[in-house]
C-alpha cells in the first residue's frame, strides 16, 4: 500500500557540503523533494534578466498525466482544528483559503486567486480543468486531544471518521466535492514529522543514508475507516517543532549559515501558522490535480509521486531554485516578506506550482509577468 504523499522534506544537519546533498537527490526516489539551502541575500535573487531563469527545469521533469480524476467540481474544504488553536490563528487560515476564490471580494494583485490559476491549468481526460471555485466549509475542533499528542498517519482518517460522525454538529459528507483539511496544533507530534534521521555513509556502498522531515501530507479515506472515498490533507504547525525547515524562510535551520541567517519576517506576525500557509497550499494543489493519486505526477511509481507542488518546492518567486527561495516582495510597514495577497488586506507567502503549459515553476508574483 502506497504511503500518503507527503510536502517539505530537508537535509538532516549533518550533511557537510552541497555536492553530497546533490549525489543524494540524484541516487533517491524521485518523489522527495527538499527545502534549498538559504540565499545569503535573504530576499532572493535581485537583477535577474530573462536569460536567468532557475525555477525548475524542463530537460528533467517528465510530469504526466495518468488517467486519474481531478478535481473539476467546486471543492468544498471542512476543517478539522486538532488540538490547541487561538482565535487570531483560524482567522489567518481561514483568510487564506477564503481568498482561493476570492469569494469575500477581489484581493490586490499579486493574488492568492492568480496563484490558484496556475493550479487549475490541470484537466482530467474530458479535458476538464481544476474548479477555480474553494470554498471553505464547516468546521469541527478537537480541543481535547481526542486520539493524543502523537498521531500517525493513519490516526488522520480516524480524527475525520470522528468529525463526521459526530454527535453534535458533524461534519458534512460530500463525496462529490468535498475534502477535509485536518490542522494540529503545536503541542502535536506527527509519525514523521520533525523525526530526521542521522545522515551517514553506508560503507558498504558509499552512499548516503538520510532522514526526511515531513510537514504535511495529502492521500484519500479509507471506506473501512470513515466509510467512504474522499480527499483529505494534513499540516501541523511547526512553531515548536523544526521551525527552520517547515516554517521556511521564516525561520532558519540553527545548522545554515555563519554567521547565522537572520529569519524573514512573518506577514501576519506567527511564525508556525505563516508557515503552515504555504504547506496547506502546496497540499490542496496536489489534492486538487492528483487527489487519488492516480492523476498528475511526475516518476514512475505511484508510491512515491513528484507532485507539481514538489517540483517547486521551496521557490517562491523568480530566481527561485538551488541555493535562492526567489525574488519576494517586501510589507513597506512591516518589513514581512511576502508575495500574494488575500483578502482583507492579508499578504501570504505560497511556494509556486510546476506551469504545465512553459513546463517551469511559476507564480502571480513572476517579474515577467
Request: aromatic share 10%; net charge positive; glycine share 10%.
Amino acid at each position: 500500500m502506497c504511503r500518503p504523499s507527503r510536502a517539505g522534506r530537508f537535509p538532516s544537519p549533518q550533511v557537510l557540503s552541497l555536492s553530497l546533498v546533490l549525489l543524494s537527490l540524484i541516487s533517491l526516489p524521485s518523489a522527495l523533494s527538499w527545502r534549498p539551502w538559504p540565499t545569503p541575500q535573504g530576499r532572493g535573487a535581485t537583477n535577474l534578466t530573462d536569460s536567468k531563469k532557475y525555477e525548475g527545469s524542463s530537460e528533467f521533469v517528465r510530469l504526466r498525466y495518468h488517467m486519474g480524476p481531478v478535481l473539476t467540481a467546486n471543492v468544498t474544504v471542512h476543517v478539522i482544528w486538532y488540538g490547541r488553536w487561538a482565535p487570531r490563528q483560524k482567522r489567518i487560515l481561514r483568510s487564506f483559503l477564503r481568498s482561493i476564490s476570492s469569494s469575500s471580494g477581489p484581493a490586490k494583485e499579486p493574488s492568492v486567486a492568480g496563484w490558484w490559476r496556475t493550479v487549475r491549468l490541470y484537466t482530467d481526460q474530458t479535458g476538464s480543468n481544476v474548479t477555480r471555485t474553494v470554498h471553505l466549509g464547516r468546521e469541527k475542533t478537537d480541543r481535547r486531544y481526542s486520539l493524543g499528542r502523537r498521531l500517525s498517519r493513519m490516526s488522520v482518517q480516524s480524527i475525520i471518521k470522528g468529525a463526521i460522525s459526530a454527535r453534535t454538529r458533524p461534519l458534512p459528507i460530500n463525496p462529490r466535492g468535498g475534502m477535509y483539511l485536518v490542522l494540529t496544533s503545536d503541542d502535536v507530534t506527527m509519525e514523521d514529522f520533525c523525526g530526521q534521521l542521522v545522515c551517514r555513509h553506508v560503507k558498504a556502498n558509499s552512499c548516503l543514508s538520510c532522514g526526511l522531515v515531513v510537514c504535511g501530507f495529502h492521500y484519500f479515506t479509507f471506506p473501512s475507516i470513515v466509510g467512504y472515498t474522499m480527499p483529505y490533507a494534513w499540516v501541523g504547525n511547526s512553531a515548536t517543532q523544526c521551525p527552520g525547515i517547515c516554517a521556511y524562510p521564516f525561520a532558519v535551520p540553527y545548522y545554515v549559515g555563519n554567521p547565522p541567517r537572520v529569519p524573514e519576517a512573518p506577514p501576519n506576525g506567527d511564525v508556525g501558522v505563516d508557515g503552515m500557509v504555504s504547506v496547506i497550499g502546496h497540499e490542496l494543489a496536489e489534492v486538487a490535480s492528483n487527489p487519488l493519486i492516480n492523476a498528475w505526477y511526475a516518476g514512475g511509481d505511484p508510491c512515491f509521486p513528484q507532485e507539481i507542488a514538489d517540483l517547486c518546492e521551496g521557490i517562491y518567486g523568480t530566481g527561485g531554485g538551488g541555493s535562492y527561495t526567489g525574488q519576494m516582495l517586501v510589507d513597506e510597514r512591516s518589513g514581512a516578506a511576502y508575495n500574494v495577497n488575500g483578502v482583507g488586506g492579508r499578504k501570504f507567502l505560497v511556494q509556486w506550482i510546476w506551469n504545465p503549459v512553459v513546463s517551469y515553476c511559476s507564480g502571480p508574483n513572476a517579474l515577467d509577468q
